[in-house]
């Protein structure tokens, strides 16, 4: 939409607006207009039809409200703090991000690893994880994540929270889970290494600007934009590497195998319905929460009532 002119095309992007605001408040995190802009549902608008459209929004009895620069749902003003609160968290944990990010992608068979969730926002709790979404080289994803286990569990003994719950290979990059939240998740993920994967995972799911079209669809690359961060694992990617030859031997195969038939037991013996997992010969994706189906739910309601005054 080149511009905003008619009432209706208005009324689009003003629907449009309120429900990215009320997206983003399920995460208790306000927006400022270009993230508006940014996360326009559906709808592609100038960066003028969507002030317009909050202006609209945000006058006499209208759903939202613009405070210090952000724009809310009305009577949820408060958020404001709480984001910058958040944000605060968030700029002292992106340094041992990037640097862990580093340090995983760097093991045998890692091909990019990039942030998700709520530090990919800058929206993290003091006692936040760090959510990593890794690709790997196909055929040695499940040893792959093993490695990646053992390094997550070494550090965490110095209270490094990292979580890098969704590792996929080179041949599962398009992905079928196409709803809003997950368009939300390859959006705003953030590449720490493997920039060239990167392009590819956001080429091959060019579904998302169906979702989000006004997100750009590629992000910078932010290899250069932290200061390496001290910390314990790189004697273990360094042994990791020594043995990256004989894990691209039949023996390495047969240990994927194994490892793979043994996670996959263990895993969905002692998990409950409504889960979000997904195993397979190229996907561990371990979100056991039904974190995606609470978050749609949550959304759904904020925009009934809305859309009803209840």
């Excluded at 905003?4 to 995460?27: G, K, M, N, P």
């Excluded at 890692?110 to 990919?120: D, E, I, K, Q």
């Excluded at 995972?201 to 669809?217: G, H, M």
């Amino acid at each position: 939409m080149a511009s905003a002119t008619t009432f209706s095309e208005l009324q689009a992007v003003r629907q449009a607006a309120i429900r990215a605001i009320a997206y983003a408040d399920v995460f208790d995190y306000p927006l400022d207009a270009a993230q508006v802009r940014r996360y326009l549902h559906g709808v592609a608008a100038t960066g003028a039809a969507t002030t317009r459209a909050l202006e609209q929004s945000t006058g006499p009895g209208g759903p939202l409200v613009h405070h210090e620069g952000f724009y809310a749902l009305r009577g949820r003003e408060h958020l404001v703090q709480e984001r910058r609160r958040r944000a605060g968290h968030a700029t002292r944990l992106w340094p041992v991000a990037v640097w862990y990010g580093r340090l995983i992608a760097k093991l045998p068979f890692v091909r990019m690893v990039a942030v998700t969730g709520s530090l990919a926002w800058d929206n993290v709790n003091a006692d936040g994880d760090i959510d990593y979404l890794v690709v790997t080289e196909p055929d040695r994803l499940w040893v792959c994540r093993w490695m990646i286990a053992v390094l997550t569990e070494t550090v965490r003994l110095g209270g490094v929270p990292l979580c890098p719950n969704y590792v996929i290979s080179e041949r599962a990059l398009t992905l079928t889970d196409r709803n809003l939240y997950t368009a939300y998740e390859l959006a705003q993920m953030k590449p720490i290494a493997g920039y060239e994967t990167y392009r590819q995972v956001r080429e091959v799911n060019s579904w998302v600007q169906t979702f989000l079209p006004n997100t750009p669809p590629l992000e910078p690359s932010p290899e250069e934009r932290w200061p390496a961060h001290a910390g314990m694992g790189t004697q273990l990617v360094r042994a990791a590497r020594l043995l990256e030859p004989v894990l691209r031997t039949k023996v390495g195969a047969a240990l994927e195998r194994l490892e793979m038939r043994y996670r996959i037991r263990k895993w969905t013996r002692h998990e409950a319905n409504g889960t979000e997992t997904e195993y397979g010969l190229d996907c561990c994706k371990a979100h056991t929460s039904a974190h995606k189906a609470k978050i749609l739910v949550a959304f759904a309601e904020r925009v009934h009532r809305l859309e009803t005054g209840e």
